[in-house]
């Protein structure tokens, strides 16, 4: 498989984004790390949900399924956890990650199943033309809240270091080669990460590109990515706001648990560890 | 015990309820009565009721034996059992004149003129004695059955002591205690027996004893399915249950998800990848699938799902038989999507239909809906061994052949149409073919990488939102209803009776046998019925309903609802006029009730002068 970027770009479908739009910078990004990776396209699937971010699925030529809006992440569970051997990627805006879908990713975590998901936060639904998000700050103006948005944004990453979540990182669409590396880390990562893409709308532009590029700056050096009360710390900072890996720590993936039970299971109900025959299990019944 | 009716050929056809409280036991006290009856040569068939909650409320079993197929839970009881005067209360008048009644004189009041056997049996007082408490009273009375009966009481002995195998040495012993004090006292006090179970011979290895829930998880396994995703929701959790203990040891994956939302979802992507999944699920965990299964038909992905359905609506009656999704299965979807439903009719059916789901659903990559009840999915029964000697696995390139309905004898297999090398060339996933199906790569498969989208799309996977599109997949995507509607009309006609009876029943689901039964019962009364009840309730087997409806001048439309939502669908599709009978009662409709009905409509000259029973 040669690893040239085209190779990974569906060529028959040409991105909807608007001009200029974070999105175009993440996918570049992502083409970078799989080229890096060397993953061959025809085992990988990539799974996203509704919203501008869910057409990312759109245009990487490998197997994509773009389903319907917060339910990207039980169909990659269901995916990866009856084919370990692929490689799946799993995309959702805010909207879709956060909003409509934020109730499977406590439960994405606690199985650690071995997947990358790219949250590409914009702080606005773009794809509905310019609602308030879970990521809206309070008291902003959109379509949705002309007299200023009633709610708190939700802080993403200390949610997902309170979930423990395996690997928690950060990034941006104005920095391609960060997003490369880090979603290289994330893929290569045994177990649930997720990538927070901060990628603002030029249409809405609820997040700003400009007070983006003035805050952004990337975690102190001496930071170790297994001491999560130091990674919650820097993960409240909203200026600056760091970049790179917070968090990263080994623990099972959902397959390890799953063949343990299995062996555990096996042992337990033939002596020789063997699978049984599928009459001898209906015997089981007379 | 009852002598038989002559036109069932049947000589031993006894009928056994276990009322009480939830939490004393009642249900397994039943369950191991069920399962020492089902290893003679006797047919079993359960049916129970629990109430919502763990402890309190009425619960009961009921089990019926006899020398013949079991076709419905029966109608009045041979012999009752009773916990407690709320038991009495509520079951008493299902007795059958000169019944045999079986009772704790310590917590029930009998009422002076009951025309019944009376066979007191000091249920606390004994359970107390044997294991100190009131714990054992359900195996004190399982051993004073066990007399009443004859059965050897070596057989319940080893019943007992596998069902608290693993409770310890010491409740094993009390437990023990209390079924010999059971079968003891009956002896003392010389109870007259009312059926003679130990002489029986024993039968052979060839019959399983299973719950419907059960039959399906068997018959998924046998499907060649590997994964299930599920939430917890009464009354379909056993299949989860079964499945997650049987798939570790076939390779197999099941996963508790964290909703009905998530357990679609990732039985939907686990078949994206090319797996066979099971979704098990009651109605209102149904209705939260409903958008992942339209995407499941949209992006032309296999998926079998099974609703145990329940008293509604919303909670509803949790622990309750109804047959009330009809609707929401056929119809509940925004836009337009293709799917079939199918409706087993007892719980050896259940093994078979959900063979027949996979089949079906690979073949014409769209989703399955089974509907089975609570009456079905919790009764246990025996079920003949099937033969699985014979699979045979049909070639899906080879064979666009039409799906046969599996059998004991004759259990076929298909896998989904995968696309050749040739296919692969120019490889469009959508691609307008003749039945409408299109080869599905498995992901993996180099040259096959496509885009599965939930938006309108081209042959090849593209959006497309044209207005020649749109029609043309639309047309792709029904074209597969069409082939599919056209091989059910080849099936094996299900339908019962004499071809020339003027009345004419029909059911779905798990009301055949009452219907039956019913049959019968009306035959021996000299009123000819004829009886269909198809399996598949969409699309329907058209040109046979139709065969079915032209010769008759009555038609009874039976169904466990309050609307009548397959009369609403038969009316509709037919044009004909029905007389429906409906029971919304939250528990099966008996043989005795349909009788009456047929019995009405016999008696009726002109039936549009009524519009309902």
């Known amino acids: 498989m040669s690893t040239a970027l085209p190779n990974y770009r569906r060529k028959q479908i040409r991105p909807v984004w608007c001009s200029g739009c974070g999105n175009y910078g993440v996918l570049r990004g992502v083409e970078k790390a799989l080229g890096n990776l060397k993953v061959p396209a025809e085992q990988m699937v990539v799974v996203s949900g509704i919203g501008c971010a869910g057409r990312f699925s759109h245009y990487l030529n490998t197997y994509a399924l773009h389903g319907t809006h917060g339910r990207a992440l039980p169909i990659a569970t269901g995916v990866k956890t009856t084919r370990p051997d692929l490689t799946v990627l799993v995309v959702g805006g805010d909207g879709d990650s956060l909003g409509i879908g934020g109730g499977h990713l406590p439960h994405a975590a606690r199985k650690n199943v071995d997947l990358t998901y790219l949250i590409l936060d914009n702080n606005t639904y773009g794809l509905t033309k310019g609602q308030s998000s879970p990521t809206t700050p309070w008291g902003c103006v959109t379509k949705s809240s002309p007299y200023g948005s009633p709610e708190d944004s939700l802080d993403v990453l200390p949610i997902l270091l309170a979930y423990d979540v395996s690997f928690v990182a950060r990034t941006t669409s104005l920095r391609i080669e960060e997003i490369s590396a880090v979603v290289s880390k994330a893929m290569q990562h045994p177990g649930f990460s997720i990538v927070h893409i901060l990628s603002p709308c030029v249409t809405y532009p609820v997040l700003k590109q400009k007070a983006l590029r003035e805050r952004i700056e990337p975690l102190p050096e001496g930071h170790v990515p297994d001491n999560k009360a130091a990674a919650l710390q820097l993960a409240y900072s909203s200026d600056p706001i760091y970049t790179g890996v917070f968090y990263s720590i080994q623990k099972p993936t959902l397959d390890a648990r799953l063949r343990h039970l299995q062996e555990s299971a096996l042992e337990r109900y033939s002596a020789k560890g063997t699978p049984p025959s599928i009459p001898s299990l209906m015997e089981r019944f007379l | ?613």
């Not at chain 2, 239909?353 to 079905?376: G, H, K, W």
């Not at chain 2, 599109?469 to 004499?498: C, Y």
């Open chain 2, 1 to 613: 015990m009852t002598s038989g009716k002559k036109s069932f050929h049947s000589e031993v056809d006894f009928i056994l309820r276990i009322a009480g409280e939830g939490g004393e036991g009642v249900i397994s006290c039943g369950e191991l009565f069920a399962r020492a009856a089902a290893r003679t040569e006797y047919h079993v068939f359960t049916f129970l009721t629990y109430p919502a909650e763990i402890r309190g409320g009425f619960a009961m079993v009921q089990i019926r034996v006899r020398d013949w197929t079991i076709y419905s839970m029966g109608s009045k009881l041979d012999c009752l059992v009773v916990f407690n005067q709320q038991a009495f209360d509520r079951t008493i008048k299902e007795l059958k004149k000169g019944g045999t009644l079986v009772y704790d004189p310590q917590a029930v009041q009998l009422p002076p003129d009951l025309e019944a056997t009376l066979l007191a049996l000091p249920l606390t007082e004994l359970s107390k004695e044997a294991t100190g408490s009131v714990l054992g009273k359900n195996i004190v009375a399982l051993g004073a059955l066990g007399h009443l009966v004859e059965m050897e009481q070596r057989v319940l002995e080893n019943l007992v002591r596998d069902r608290f195998a693993s409770k310890g040495a010491e409740v094993i012993k009390r437990n023990m205690e209390a079924l010999r004090l059971g079968y003891a006292y009956a002896a003392e006090q010389a109870w007259r027996r009312i059926l003679l179970m130990a002489d029986l011979r024993p039968k052979g290895s060839q019959y399983m004893m299973l719950s419907g829930n059960e039959a399906i998880a068997l018959g998924a396994l046998v499907a060649g399915c590997r994964f299930t995703a599920s939430y917890p929701i009464t009354p379909a959790t056993p299949i989860f249950e079964t499945l997650t203990r049987l798939f570790p040891l076939v390779d197999g994956r099941a996963l508790q998800m964290e909703d009905e939302i998530a357990a679609v979802s990732a039985a939907l992507g686990a078949s994206f990848v090319g797996e066979k999944a099971l979704v098990p699920t009651s109605g209102p965990g149904f209705q939260l699938m409903t958008e992942q299964l339209n995407l499941a038909s949209m992006l032309e992905v296999p998926l079998v799902l099974v609703d145990v359905q329940r008293g509604g609506p919303s909670t509803g009656l949790p622990t309750k038989t109804e047959q009330s999704d009809l609707n929401l299965a056929i119809y509940g979807v925004s836009g337009e999507s293709p799917r079939i439903v199918l409706a087993p009719t007892s719980v050896e059916d259940s093994f078979y239909q959900t063979i027949r789901a996979f089949n079906l659903s690979e073949r014409y990559q769209l989703p399955v809906i089974m509907l089975t009840d609570q009456s079905i999915g919790l009764r246990k029964a025996t079920v003949r061994m099937p033969d699985l000697s014979h699979i045979i696995q049909l070639d899906s390139h080879v064979a666009r052949t039409k799906v046969k309905i599996p059998q004991p004898e004759f259990i076929n297999l298909i896998d989904r149409a995968e696309p050749t090398a040739k296919e692969l060339e120019d490889y469009r996933r959508f691609r307008i073919t003749a039945d409408g199906v299109s080869p599905i790569a498995r992901p993996g498969t180099p040259g096959g990488q496509y885009l599965a989208t939930g938006l309108e799309h081209t042959e090849s996977g593209k959006p497309d939102y044209t207005p020649e599109n749109h029609l043309q997949m639309s047309r792709k995507r029904f074209r597969k209803m069409e082939v599919i509607a056209r091989s059910f009309d080849t099936n094996p006609i299900e339908i019962w009776g004499r071809a020339d009876a003027k009345i004419g029943i029909l059911g779905w689901g798990s009301t055949a046998g009452a219907i039956r039964e019913a049959r019968y019962l009306a035959e021996e009364r000299g009123i000819h019925v004829r009886h269909m009840h198809p399996h598949t309730l969409s699309p329907m087997p058209h040109r046979q309903i139709s065969n079915f409806l032209v010769r008759l001048e009555h038609l009874i439309i039976v169904e466990e609802n309050y609307t009548g939502q397959f009369a609403h669908h038969i009316k509709a599709h037919f044009g004909v006029k029905a007389i429906e009978l409906h029971k919304c009662e939250g528990i099966p409709i008996t043989p005795e009730e349909i009788l009456r009905g047929i019995e009405k409509v016999a008696g009726i000259i002109d039936e549009y002068s009524i519009a309902k029973l």
